[in-house]
């Protein structure tokens, strides 16, 4: 039984299912679940996910490619967090970043204060088209995700 205990554990994590798993995850797998529904009239699906992220956080879905500083500070990725999210960058791929803002965080990358979370999991049911910046201080985050049923789009994040 504490081998079947382990293995539901560690696929509990994974699976974005417990109160330790990252908040980048989590918002992943609530863009799969509105990847998912398909409105007969084609119009966007939208879902809440509790990130359980403490204080204020900044979101960034992040296209493919590389972008200019000018054009994601210009999106509201403040100056002062540009090194942080050059540290979390998963090469090219599209990917959703979860870092929190609040007063008291110091740090860059791993020796961050409040660890900042990345997937590029949302790949398998959404694509990111364009740059997306929310900044909060409660929970929950809204995601549109339209597009056809062949290519679900996340369209916009609240």
């Known amino acids: ?7 539901a554990g560690c696929l509990i994590l994974q699976l974005g299912c ?4 990252d908040p ?15 409105p007969r009239n084609g119009a966007a699906t939208q879902v809440s996910c509790d990130l359980r992220m403490p204080g204020s956080y900044l979101v ?12 994601v500070v210009s999106e509201g990725v403040p100056q002062a967090l540009l090194p942080e999210l050059r540290e979390l960058r998963l090469g090219n791929n599209p990917a959703i970043y979860v870092i929190a803002t609040d007063p008291g965080v110091s740090g860059t990358g791993s020796s961050r204060s ?6 590029t999991y949302q790949m398998r049911s959404a694509q990111i ?14 995601v549109d995700v339209g597009g056809s049923p062949e290519r ?3 369209e916009a994040v609240h």
């Open 1 to 7: 039984m504490t081998r079947l205990g382990a293995v």
């Open 18 to 21: 417990s109160w330790l798993s």
């Open 24 to 38: 980048a995850v989590r918002l992943a797998y609530c863009v799969e679940a509105a990847a998912r529904e398909q």
């Open 60 to 71: 960034v879905l992040h296209p493919e490619g590389a972008l200019r500083e000018e054009q």
């Open 114 to 119: 409040i660890l900042s979370s990345r997937t």
């Open 129 to 142: 088209d364009k740059l997306m910046v929310l900044a909060k201080t409660t929970q929950p985050v809204r």
């Open 152 to 154: 679900r789009v996340i």
